[in-house]
């Protein structure tokens, strides 16, 4: 976990430093005539005949009872919500013989020899694999060759068997072997996921993102059926969604994801890596009304095409799987409680003399200074710890913490990827908790959330005050029904009201102390965090992560928007102001142009 905080006698946390303005069964299901449109209609001609010609060369043969070989299993295709095309299985052959088959040292070396000349494997490899299993019923020589080769051995074998000839080479089998493509290589990867065997696992399985959490739904064999009512049929999809749909498998997943979008963020990510030299970042766009996540960018990511050559600590999602004290992006929380229970108006000035002992800590503002008499919106401008932790006094611990749970702070939010963790929050009762947790709490500091929490938390302020189930899955699809993910309430944070009131209270802190969040012609709300990283002697001197949460345009938020920065060189700035900031506007000002959002002048003048 992360935060900004300090300790002399007691413990502070960073905001930002602002002197205004800153900051299953064996048996194969029989593929369906109609299923056979499109991309994949001349690979399924084409395996169908490949299986044809080699069960007609088996010259006799049964296999032994209980030495069963099946390919390994089709999965369903996934593409993004415009039927951009993630991923698919790509059809190779498997090359496999009965050893017992080959009666003698010159058979094994001409099967070798021919091996190696039609599909390149090593001869050398094979005569060494047939001699060491002479005696096996099954011994597979090559676990995936391109269809062209497996065509040209299956066409050899046919002029070979036509000849009434006995070469060894007959012997062979070949089985058509799926295994798992992904177009676009490390777009969105953290989403999509990857298959591995796991285990003693025979086939391939889904162990992160999508391919892990709807693993048992995305195989062909015993793949599990929709939950629910299908709620339209495949014909009645938007064309787009027909172009890599349906796959041979028959289970296909729409996501929520956006190519573009996700392209977007991506790329805004890698240039503030750049731009502010940082070890890691996370960027999430979401839709606020319905909770649909329109991208989920990682640094550092990994291509999942080559799962081997990729770093084991990339592969985790730090999106929904890694948590981090927040810093003073929670303030929006411990400002959205004390509005809704009314213990604070927005125009109620509190006193702020630069510190405030609570429990056993004093708190300081970032600065050290103090700054007299101050509003909600002056507070959260300048980021003032001291009048946060006011707000969490007034509140009291047993309404600050419902609010931290209404917002789904400790606690899963219930998105379909896999390796979601719960985040960090002590509470009254718990043996470590104590009243200076308040305090701290109220600005970032002692708790810790993921990404995903904070981004769905904030979606709940721009879409009126409703905490909304995030999910990256719209639609799934077998055999030509469909079922979409229908938006889910898990619960009202706050009311319209207070929804409204924050969000204006929002823009102006953007307006007064984030303008380098700002984007000319819109009115946009958010809010900026810097949080210190805890060493092995206490907080570390420069190390922060800075994160910068809003949305846009702030009257009718079409996107949230979270940027996380890992460890920027605090040679170039430390501080979220100057770094997640900017990032954000670059990322909302593309966005806005990508949506084609007329600036705010001509869109609401036109409303009117």
């Known amino acids: 976990m992360t935060s900004l905080g300090q300790e002399l006698a007691a413990s502070q946390a960073l905001s930002e430093p602002q002197t205004l303005p800153t900051e299953g069964g064996q048996k194969r299901e029989l593929w369906r005539f109609w299923f056979l449109i499109s991309f994949f209609a001349a690979l399924i001609a084409m395996i169908a005949s490949a299986l044809l010609t080699h069960q007609a060369l088996r010259l006799g043969y049964t296999r032994p009872a209980g030495l069963p070989h099946q390919g390994e299993s089709p999965r369903g295709s996934v593409v993004d919500r415009n039927g951009a095309l993630l991923v698919a299985d790509r059809y190779f052959y498997e090359i496999s013989v009965n050893p017992t088959h080959l009666k003698t040292d010159a058979d094994r070396r001409a099967l070798a020899d021919a091996l190696e000349k039609m599909a390149g494997v090593p001869a050398a490899q094979t005569l060494e694999l047939l001699r060491q299993y002479a005696d096996r019923y099954f011994l597979r020589l090559a676990p995936a060759v391109e269809l062209e080769i497996g065509h040209r051995i299956l066409a050899e074998q046919q002029r070979l068997a036509q000849e009434g000839g006995a070469h060894p080479l007959l012997h062979l089998n070949l089985t058509p072997a799926p295994q798992r493509y992904y177009p676009e290589g490390p777009l969105a990867a953290h989403v999509v996921g990857f298959t591995a065997l796991v285990g003693d696992a025979v086939w391939r399985r889904g162990v992160a993102g999508v391919e892990g959490y709807y693993e048992s739904f995305l195989r062909q064999r015993n793949g599990v059926g929709l ?215 109220s600005f970032g500091q002692g708790l810790a959330v993921t990404p995903i929490q904070m981004v769905n938390a904030t979606a709940a302020i721009a879409n009126g005050g409703k905490l909304m189930r995030p999910y990256v899955v719209k639609a799934r699809i077998l055999d030509g029904q469909v079922q979409f993910t229908e938006p889910t309430v898990l619960g009202v944070a706050i009311q319209p009201e207070t929804a409204k009131t924050l969000t204006d209270i929002l823009v102006s802190v953007v307006e007064r102390g984030n303008q380098a969040a700002g984007v000319a012609g819109y009115r946009v709300a958010g809010k900026s965090g810097t949080a210190q990283i805890p060493g092995e002697q206490g907080y570390e001197e420069d190390d922060t992560i800075v994160t910068f949460v809003g949305y846009a345009p702030a009257d009718d938020p079409r996107f949230v928007v979270l940027v996380k920065l890992e460890r920027p060189d605090p040679s170039i700035s430390r501080w979220a102001g100057y770094t997640a900031a900017p990032t954000f506007a670059q990322v909302t000002r593309r966005l806005l142009q990508y949506y084609n959002i007329p600036p705010d002048e001509i869109r609401l003048g036109a409303e009117q």
Do not use: C
């Not at 592969?315 to 890694?322: D, E, I, K, R």
């Open 227 to 441: 939950t629910g009512k299908a709620t339209a049929t495949f014909a009645s999809l938007p064309s787009s969604l027909h172009r890599y749909l349906p796959s041979p498998a028959g289970r296909d997943l729409v996501l929520t994801i956006d190519r573009g979008v996700q392209w977007i963020a991506e790329e805004e990510l890698r240039r503030a890596l750049e731009l502010y030299r940082a070890t890691a970042g996370t960027i999430i766009v979401m839709d606020p009304w319905t909770g649909e996540v329109l991208a989920m960018a990682n640094a550092p990511a990994f291509d999942p095409n080559r799962i081997a050559e990729a770093d084991p600590a990339a592969l985790l999602n730090p999106a929904v799987g890694t948590q981090y004290e927040p810093g003073s992006v929670f303030k929006i929380i411990t400002a959205a409680a004390a509005l809704d229970t009314g213990v604070v108006t927005p125009t109620q000035k509190l006193t702020d003399t630069g510190s405030i002992a609570v429990g056993q800590r004093l708190i300081l503002n970032s600065d050290r200074a103090g700054y007299g008499q101050v509003d909600m919106s002056e507070a959260l401008a300048r980021s003032l710890n001291v009048i946060s932790a006011q707000w969490a006094l007034l509140l009291g611990e047993r309404r600050f913490y419902q609010y931290v749970d209404r917002f789904g702070f400790g606690k899963v939010t219930e998105i379909d990827l896999a390796g979601e963790i719960y985040g960090a929050v002590r509470k009254p009762g718990h043996e470590r908790w104590s009243l200076s947790d308040l305090g701290t709490n």
